[in-house]
């Protein structure tokens, strides 16, 4: 089944213990992007990687930190996580080069940092 | 920089109703794509329509259709006969493409309640 895995689904932790979420995707695609989706404010990108080795910041990337070693694992990383990223995050991949494929989305992680 | 609203936070209808999303962008760009998703309770995103700026034919998908308007840059999702099981969030997506990122621009989403 074609699918985009993150881990875990739920996680809380305290305030500057460093955290990875992980992203795996089984459908070759070489576009990979993280969102985190907060109350009244919709679903914002924070890094995206068009492919192995390529990554880059998307609108509200600070705090956060990406690697692309493989094409089909994106984690996200927080180094030192601060309540204000307390959100609901999505990784999501697509085919890259096709204009306008859709995104499809991992089930997201519920992050909470106290 | 390019915009989506999404005026109705939430919705409450009875079910059988007939309901509308609304949906209105904003973007320079002459080639772009529209999306709508869907959020159910469990919380994950469920694609259910993409449209490009240069096909305004509208769509039908068995109780779900889409009205898209570029003269008022809008593209409405209507639900027909709704069924409790279309409780979810829905949020309407604008994808601009930059250097290669296929980035969406989310609105913030109208929370649909079908009351039995």
């Known amino acids: 089944e074609a699918q985009v895995t993150q881990n875990p689904r739920y996680l809380i932790t305290v305030t500057g213990k460093k955290l990875t979420v992980t992203c795996s995707q089984n459908?070759?695609?070489?576009?990979m992007s993280w969102y985190r989706q907060d109350p009244g404010l919709g679903l914002r990108q924070i890094y995206y990687s068009m492919n192995v080795e390529v990554t880059d910041k998307g609108d509200v990337p600070e705090g956060y930190k990406v690697s692309r070693k493989e094409k089909r694992n994106f984690p996200l990383i927080l180094e030192s996580p601060s309540p204000n990223q307390t959100s609901l995050y999505f990784c999501a991949s697509s085919q890259a080069g096709v204009a306008g494929s859709p995104l499809h989305f991992g089930n997201g992680t519920r992050l909470t940092v106290t | 920089a390019q915009k989506v609203t999404q005026a109705q936070t939430e919705i409450s209808v009875v079910e059988k109703e007939d309901v509308t999303l609304d949906c209105v962008y904003e973007?320079?760009?002459?080639?772009?794509?529209l999306f709508w998703y869907k959020q159910p309770p469990s919380g994950e995103l469920v694609f259910l329509i993409r449209?490009?700026?240069?096909?305004?034919q509208n769509e039908i998908s068995g109780r779900y259709s889409w009205n898209f308007q570029k003269s008022t840059s809008s593209f409405n999702f209507t639900i027909t006969a709704s069924q409790v099981v279309d409780s979810a969030v829905y949020f309407c997506a604008l994808s601009e493409r930059h250097f290669g990122n296929e980035k969406l621009t989310f609105g913030t989403g109208t929370r649909l309640t079908i009351i039995p």
């Open positions: 459908m070759n695609h070489e576009y």
């Open positions: 973007t320079r760009d002459t080639t772009y794509y």
């Open positions: 449209r490009n700026s240069f096909d305004e």
